[in-house]
């Protein structure tokens, strides 16, 4: 465990920590068979995803971050790795087994793993006592989410940024951009090939 108190880590040797990704991979696709569609992948993102679609965060001034659909946490370590030491990260799953998994592996007082959808995000940002927050990632597969789902969840990310924060997501197709579109002015978009499968990337401003 670091000096933050994260279980979740890199440490040890090669066999410990290919132990650790098979069995982190497990939970995955655990999750992935029992919701496929929610879930929209049978592996977790690559260190190179993770990397690019955190180099626009101004972490000085980030207070809250929250993440839609972390999975197994592949972008919680790294974004706790990041955040200041008085900031909140909050985590929003559908899957219990999710986020079953993650209450137990990260042991952090900044981290907090709520059982949910996305489309609740104004009210769980509330009851963490936030007015707003500074930057929300999504890992959600948006083409394949429930009719309407897409659209309420584009939405409330927007009330939910503060002016001048961000929408981060990633996905195998551009479908996430037609549903931010309406409500983000300034889209920037970059491309990962380091990603199975490659993946494309946007940054959504709010003005
Ligand atoms: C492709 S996985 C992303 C996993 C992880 N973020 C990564 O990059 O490796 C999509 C995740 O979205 C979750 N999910 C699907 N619909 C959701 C919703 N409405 N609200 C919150 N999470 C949702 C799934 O349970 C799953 O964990």
Known sequence: MDSKGLVIGNRGGLRDRVGRYLAQWSVFFRGFMAHPKMVGSIIPSSRFTVRRMLEPVNWRECRLFVEYGPGIG???RPVLERLSGDATLIVIDTNPLYI???SHAIRDKRFHAVLGSAADVERIVREHGFDQADY???GLPFSTLPTGVAPEIAAATHRVLRPGGAFLVYQFTA???????????QIDAGFEWLNILPCKLFWGWKG
């Open 74 to 76: 592949t972008f919680c």
């Open 100 to 102: 079953d998994y993650l």
């Open 136 to 138: 929300v990632l999504s």
């Open 175 to 185: 479908a996430c951009r037609d549903y931010m579109a309406p409500h983000f002015a």
